[in-house]
């Protein structure tokens, strides 16, 4: 006999995963990152990441979901200090290229000693403009996707503010100038938080990139002293908003999971890198209980140089590995970015949805 509830909106399908249940299928979801896939799929490339045309292509791709962000302030632009290089409003130096679309590398920081902390006064999350991305999602033919915002951790805050050089210095030489930052940082992103809650996103992506392909960036005895309460604090508030946090966390994390499921409200994982070793079995063994899990299709290798068949065998894996149960969400293990070819992107979410569905029929 089959118990599983009957056909679920594109909200419902995500937000049930979110939650750790079984939805009706395997919900698909990624960052659309790709100029190329917009103009292939829905004929003109964006120029700026866009509402329309986010909601448009995830659509086409029959998404679950749809990131929009939480953004900058009406009438703002950038210092230029040449064509391709620019300040934004942090004061962080960015370089664009045509692979960097739509985020570019930071290359220069305001914050290199205490005395410019000192000097540094952060942008007002207040100012108009800020949630234009999300208020424009509810006047537009959505098919009820999940609208996912997104706000700055901690880390990823002082990342930006200081090179990853300097924070390695503070850790040792000045720690409360890393925790002050820190502190201003849960300041912004709590206010982002509430503001686009109440502009109505069903979920919000907490962005911080903790490791890299080998290991965690902070010891973790640093990583519990300095950085974890500050998470915690963060995670805290926006589950007190009622809306679910989704962490985005690059690298190695392997060593940091038991705090994350033990001290803090997150509630899903994404995007399990498979070239930093997240290994999809074990965190599903091991966490599968705690929180929903999101991607591991890779995108440094099989996607991008893999053949269609590589794609779709690796897709069917994660779903028969992650999806027993419940609280899986189909992804690639970042995003959908430059160098992926179509083929591979459109395997993916066509096995995705036919496996996805079988892994919940029987």
Known sequence: MNDLPPSMTRRERFMTAVRRGQPDRVPLFDFLFQEP????????????????????????????GVWLPFGGFNGFQ????????????????YQHNEASWPIDAPVDYPIKS??????????????????????????????????????TGPFTTAWLLM????????????PALLTEIFAMSNAYNKEAA?????????????????GDSR??????????QYYLPYLVDLVEYVDGLG????????????????????ETKISALHPLQRTAGMDLPW???????????????????????????????????????????????LASDHSLHDGIPLDNILTMFRVGREHGAAAYAG
């Open 37 to 64: 896939l917009y103009e292939a799929l829905i004929g003109h490339r964006p120029g700026e990441y866009n509402t329309p045309d986010a909601v448009a292509c995830a659509l086409t791709l029959d998404m679950d």
């Open 78 to 93: 950038p210092p230029r200090l040449d064509e391709n290089t620019y300040i934004d409003e942090w004061g962080t130096t």
């Open 114 to 151: 205490r005395a410019d902390w000192q000097r540094y006064r952060p942008p007002d999350p207040t100012l108009p403009g800020r949630t234009d991305a999300l208020e424009l999602f509810h006047t537009l033919a959505h098919d009820d996707l999940a609208l996912t915002g997104g706000i």
């Open 194 to 210: 509430r503001l686009s809650v109440a502009a109505g996103v069903d979920a919000l992506w907490l962005s911080d990139d903790l």
């Open 283 to 329: 965190v599903k063994e091991h966490y599968g209980d705690r929180f929903c899990l999101i991607g591991n299709i890779d995108s440094s290798r099989t996607l991008p140089y893999g053949t269609p068949d590589d794609v779709a065998a690796e897709v069917r894996a994660a779903i028969d590995a992650a999806a027993p149960g419940g609280g899986y969400i």
């Open 243 to 262: 809306v679910p946090v989704l962490l985005h966390c690059c690298g190695h994390l392997t060593d940091y999971l038991p705090d994350l499921a033990a």
């Open 163 to 174: 090179g990853y050089e300097q924070i390695g210095y503070a850790l040792y030489d000045d």
């Open 215 to 224: 290991r965690g960036f902070m010891k973790l005895s640093h990583f519990r």
